[in-house]
């Protein structure tokens, strides 16, 4: 039975590990609470100001959305290349590189860290140069160059400690390692795995923690001791899911899946494998999506489902071919070999493994050489070759010696047990086999407690026992991640009904307070209004009474015409008051329509001065206007001029000499301000003056004119109009009224 190196899946693991990690050291994720409703509100916000909130939302969407952090990101820099901010700009820019490599685009991620690089060198931010040190670290690995990327880790590394920047020190370390894992140096990679994860740890830093136990299962998973590898794989995991970090989750599903697949639970595994493709899809992680896609593949293989493996294989292929990654290539040929070695078809199965040598001996990776060889060697077995298959092996052998890779050297062991044992030596055949049982027992008897089968058949109720109780464990964690989340659920469900229940309880409350003191003032708005207008039609009413009574003596006759004109006066008072009270009730109940349209306010002005400056000869009206420019307004011209005329007639009666009207332009207005020089109005009485039938001067009589609803009138046609009308004191000595006639009245806007 074929089985993949594990060290390869080592490799490809921690390659989607070192993204979560870059992220970690360079922008830790900032608590914003309200930064959705800043982004529903960029567009408010001045140009200038949005640079803060652009560079939030580009670290935001980098891990969860991807394309909308490169969209915000180019605002951001188009943005601070109109009002320069370096220090965001670096920030933007290490963070688009990111999202660039985790598409596999290395060569704008490269040009995006050269542009950081410049700009934190010139603005000494170590913080952002370190940030781009360790992007370009990352790309050149991701391109398979690793000996550049050692050295680009170790500038990184330096400056980390240079500014005592434990967690860049801890993760440019735990970089380090998994290159020097790659380069077949198990022993330094472990080291500086350990050094990273115990300064994580002082650091409380979850994120990291959850990548260094990934890694930490990834050593035990070498070693073949998948018990506590799936173990320190399930705490990365709650972590993980604790944080939503998206592609930790990915990449953690796709590991707990791979373990399964060594445990020969190949439908867990496709379970796990599935999980994780779907949330590499929805990053568009290309390389993680490739990498699950060759996984894939290996699981249809053992579970002898050809077409599927195969089909899995070659999108994996060509996947990593898009993105020019030539060490997934390389593994994936590999992967095809063994598939068409399983299907007898050796050709095809020589035409992929060679290619896949030359790319793993073209990159220097030991641990793929050494499986390389081990399938050449299979290939020539198959061929019948068997010299050269022996020969291979021994080559094969000596590369995974030196990688320490466990499960590949009790693979080649095993290979040699069974040729020796096909060319009927049994001398040969029997040391490979003790050599295979001492690897074998080495493997899964590190940990007594936790150890896995044997993988030969006389252990498989050891195998299946133990399987069996990862299992259950994984269960039971699961289990109680259920029922806590139910818990939870179910407690925050019962609290925001309680919530609700009351909110709704206070608002119905406070509406029905609103109602009621609503209905008593319209109550006693209505009373107050009767009240006034009985009183004020009684003075009129006794006038002609009067006039009447008098007739009835029949006084001499020289004086009838003066009853008569008693009479009518008083009749027409009573008529006016009549009217303007029905035009007020009209007004303010909304039944009386405005009849719309261009004004000309100099004009009504002009008309309004003229007579009143008859019925007010020893008063001096003044109107100043910019004559160069029309005042020109949309409204009821019989109703504005009514409004204009109540108010000019209340200041011409208590002015002393002046009165002036000014037209002012403003925003979205025009104000017409008309001023006396009488004796004010107090500033505690100004607003009752806008009452229907209120009058401050008690002193002047009644014939003198006016039953106190010019200026109630007034008001409510400037508000039907949309305006308004306010009082102040005038630099004259007197009242100031401003009415406000906005340009658009609030009927147009309704049409």
């Not at 990101?73 to 901010?85: I, M, T, V, Y």
């Not at 008083?570 to 039944?591: M, R, T, V, Y």
């Not at 011409?652 to 001023?675: D, G, M, N, S």
Request: hydrophobic residues 40%; charged residues 25%.
């Amino acid at each position: 039975m074929r089985i993949k190196p594990l060290v390869l899946w080592l490799l490809a693991v921690l390659i989607t590990s070192t993204l979560a990690g870059i992220a970690v050291s360079t922008q830790p994720p900032k608590e914003t609470a309200d930064l959705s409703q800043q982004e529903r509100d960029l567009q408010l916000i001045a140009e200038r100001d949005r640079g803060e909130v652009l560079t939030a939302l580009v670290k935001h969407y980098r891990d969860n959305d991807p394309q909308k952090s490169l969209q915000y990101g180019e605002q951001a820099l188009a943005l601070f290349s109109r009002w320069p901010d370096d220090s965001r700009k670096i920030v933007v820019l290490n963070n688009m590189a990111w999202v660039h490599v985790s598409l596999s685009q290395y060569d704008k991620a490269q040009q995006r860290t050269d542009e950081s690089k410049r700009l934190a060198k010139a603005n000494q931010d170590t913080n952002g140069l370190y940030t781009a040190q360790t992007m370009q670290g990352i790309i050149y690995w991701r391109k398979a160059d690793y000996l550049t990327a050692l050295k680009t880790f170790e500038q990184a590394l330096e400056i980390a400690k240079q500014e005592e920047n434990h967690r860049g020190i801890a993760n440019t370390t735990n970089y380090m390692a998994i290159i020097y894992q790659t380069l077949g140096q198990p022993e330094k990679a472990l080291s500086y795995f350990l050094r990273a994860y115990n300064i994580q740890k002082e650091l409380g830093d979850e994120k990291s923690i959850a990548v260094s136990l990934n890694n930490i299962a990834n050593m035990y998973g070498t070693s073949g001791n998948y018990s506590l590898a799936l173990d320190y794989q399930l705490q990365s995991r709650k972590i993980r899911e604790k944080l939503n970090d998206l592609p930790g989750l990915a990449q953690i599903l796709g590991n707990i899946g791979l373990t399964y697949f060594y445990l020969k639970d190949y439908d867990q595994a496709l379970a796990y494998l599935q999980r994780s493709l779907g949330y590499y899809e929805s990053l568009e992680d290309k390389q993680g999506i490739a990498e699950i896609h060759n996984n894939l593949g290996m699981v249809h293989q053992q579970k002898q489902q050809f077409e599927s493996a195969l089909h899995q294989y070659q999108q994996a292929l060509t996947m990593a071919q898009a993105i020019q990654d030539t060490a997934l290539e390389a593994r994936v040929n590999i992967e095809l070999a063994n598939a068409y070695i399983a299907l007898d078809n050796g050709a095809l199965a020589e035409q992929q493994v060679t290619l896949g040598l030359e790319q793993a001996d073209k990159l220097g990776i030991v641990t793929l050489n050494a499986y390389g060889l081990l399938t050449r060697a299979k290939v020539e077995q198959l061929n019948g070759n068997s010299d050269q298959a022996l020969a291979l092996s021994e080559v094969a052998l000596s590369h995974a010696q030196q990688v320490q890779d466990m499960l590949i050297i009790r693979d080649i062991h095993e290979f040699r047990y069974r040729l020796y044992k096909n060319l009927a030596k049994p001398q040969e055949a029997l040391l490979s086999l003790e050599a295979f049982k001492q690897v074998n027992d080495e493997m899964f008897n590190s940990e007594s407690d936790q150890r896995l089968a044997f993988l030969l058949s006389h252990f498989e109720a050891e195998q299946h026992e133990q399987q069996i109780k990862l299992l259950q464990a994984d269960q039971a964690l699961q289990r109680t991640q259920l029922a806590q989340h139910r818990y939870q659920r179910n407690v925050w469900l019962a609290g925001l009904t309680v919530l609700f229940v009351i909110i709704l309880l206070l608002v119905n409350r406070h509406h029905q307070r609103k109602i009621n003191a609503s209905l008593n003032q319209n109550i006693k708005s209505q009373r107050e209004l009767i009240q006034a207008v009985a009183h004020e039609f009684r003075s009129p009413l006794a006038r002609v009474q009067f006039a009447f009574d008098m007739l009835e003596e029949k006084v001499i006759g020289d004086r009838e015409p003066r009853l008569s004109e008693n009479i009518n006066t008083g009749l027409s008072e009573l008529e006016n008051l009549i009217k303007e009270a029905l035009d007020f009730i009209q007004i303010e109940n909304k039944s009386r329509p405005l009849h719309l349209s261009q004004v000309n306010l100099v004009k009504v002005l002009s008309e309004q001065i003229d007579a009143h400056t008859g019925l007010y000869p020893d008063k001096d009206f003044t109107l100043k206007v910019d004559r160069n420019r029309e005042w020109l307004v949309s409204a009821d011209s019989i109703q504005l001029g009514r409004a204009f005329s109540n108010i000019i007639r209340n200041a011409a009666r208590f002015a002393t000499r002046q009165i002036v009207i000014t037209l002012k332009q403003e925003k979205t207005a025009i104000a017409i301000i008309i001023e006396d020089d009488g004796p004010g109005i107090p500033l505690e009485q100004r607003e009752r003056v806008f009452e229907p039938f209120v009058r401050l001067d008690q002193s002047r009589c009644r014939d003198s004119g006016g039953v106190g609803l010019g200026l109630a009138l007034a008001k409510k046609i400037c508000e039907a109009h949309g305006g308004s009308l306010t009082i102040s004191s005038s630099p004259l000595g007197g009242a100031r009224l401003c009415l406000s006639c906005p340009l658009t009245t609030k009927n147009q806007q309704s049409k």
